[in-house]
């Protein structure tokens, strides 16, 4: 009967625009779960339901210094309109010229509605410009988001 | 082989006796605050927070969803082991203001029998103005006595009785994941339906998605759904 492996995960995306979909206006949220036999049987039970609202989230990174070197930082802020909720975290760096970043991954600290971490940069070769990635992977309450900056080789 | 799924007609729902007293039981339940642990809201804001829990049920088994007990953990079972059984269970979080959202569900099935697996469990997503603008096919909610019945079988003809979704007042879209489509070779195990107001499908793809297979009896299945800013899940 069973050809589940343990552990089998599956996710997927879908645009929801193509099929004339648009998020509605603001309110309330609803969520149904339903179980149902068409023509199979079984007793589909119910564990456990949840409701996850999550915030988006902006990340802005800025450079001191220059494509041969360079101190960054990122910038996480929480947009809502609603109370301030502070992002929590980590930041995890990328380059398209590869290098180096000391950490590897920052964690955030702030308050309000905003969170930074610092790092510092050494690139692996001589590509110019250079273009610095930040990638904040979000927390409980937060979603995760991407910002990147430009950074040049002097002349 | 999909073709010798039987599928059960939709009919209007004829409130029977017993059904009123098991929806009054598990509306009793709620109102005098019993613990409900299946559903609640992960607020992430002080402006949203859970209702409790609404049941609706299907017209040819009234007495369910109704409450269980799986691996010694309170549960609700959805349904029976029947054809054209459905069920299930709603609530809202206020203060909903455009942020990216997500509906998370465990579930399991305990017996199987006949043709297998189907047709999983379905998450309906809305976002509405108001608390009161959804109508169920029950009588459990004061002033939303139902039947209404919206949606029908996906575009490849798989999704059963998962076709059934409430009336609304905005759009919504539904994702059903059918483990039925493992048996007819799809590699896809998910329906989704779009709803434009107050009940026409505008979109029904089925058969899309991945697969996990056909879970065994007692597996845990975790159905998560997230609606993001630019309209994707």
């Known amino acids: 009967m069973s050809d589940l492996t343990s552990g089998t995960n599956c996710s997927f995306s879908l645009g929801l625009s193509q099929y004339g979909f648009n998020i509605p206006s603001p309110g309330n949220y609803w969520a149904m779960i339903m179980g149902a036999n068409g023509g199979g049987y079984a007793d589909w039970t119910l564990l456990q339901a949840q409701i996850i609202a999550e915030r988006a989230t902006t990340t802005g990174v800025s450079c001191s210094g220059n494509a041969l ?28 010229a590869g290098g180096t970043f000391k950490p590897s991954t920052c964690t955030l600290s702030g308050s309000g509605s905003t969170a930074s971490c610092t790092v510092v940069y050494a690139p692996s070769g001589n590509q110019n410009p250079v273009t610095i990635t930040a990638t904040y992977q979000g927390d409980s309450n937060h979603l995760g988001s991407v910002g990147n900056t430009t950074l040049s080789a002097p002349p | ?9 939709l009919t209007r729902m004829i409130t029977s006796a017993s059904s009123i007293v098991a929806i009054i039981i598990l509306f009793l339940a709620v109102i005098v605050g019993i613990n409900h642990p299946i559903v609640s809201a992960v ?3 002080p402006t949203i927070g859970p209702s409790p829990p609404l049941f609706f049920d299907s017209p040819a088994y009234p007495g369910y969803p109704t409450w269980t007990t799986v691996n010694g953990q309170r549960a609700l079972q959805l349904t029976p082991v029947s054809s054209g059984a459905y069920a299930g269970v709603a609530w809202h979080a206020l203060g909903y203001s455009g942020q990216p959202v997500g509906v998370s569900m465990n579930g399991t099935y305990t017996q199987v029998g006949g043709a297998g697996l189907a047709d999983g469990f379905k998450i309906v997503m809305f976002a509405q103005n108001g608390t009161g603008s959804l109508s169920y096919d029950n009588n459990s909610i004061p002033g939303l006595s139902g039947p209404i019945l919206c949606g029908g079988p996906s575009s490849t003809g798989v999704g059963g009785s998962a076709g059934v979704s409430p009336d609304s007042t905005s759009p919504y879209f539904s994702l059903n994941w059918d483990p039925f489509y493992t048996l007819v070779g799809s590699a896809g195990q998910f329906n989704l339906w779009v709803i434009n107001p107050p009940c026409t499908v505008v979109a029904n793809p089925g058969g899309i998605g991945c697969s996990i297979g056909q879970p065994a009896a007692f597996d845990t299945i975790r159905f998560k759904t997230f609606s993001r800013p630019g309209c994707r899940i």
Do not use: E, I, Q
Request: net charge positive; glycine share 8%.
């Open chain 1, 69 to 96: 070197g360079s101190t960054c930082t990122a910038t996480v802020s929480d947009p809502s309109p609603r109370p301030p909720l502070t992002p929590t975290g980590t930041v995890t760096w990328s380059s398209s």
């Open chain 2, 1 to 9: 082989m999909s073709n010798s799924k039987r599928r059960r007609p």
């Open chain 2, 43 to 45: 607020a992430s804001g």
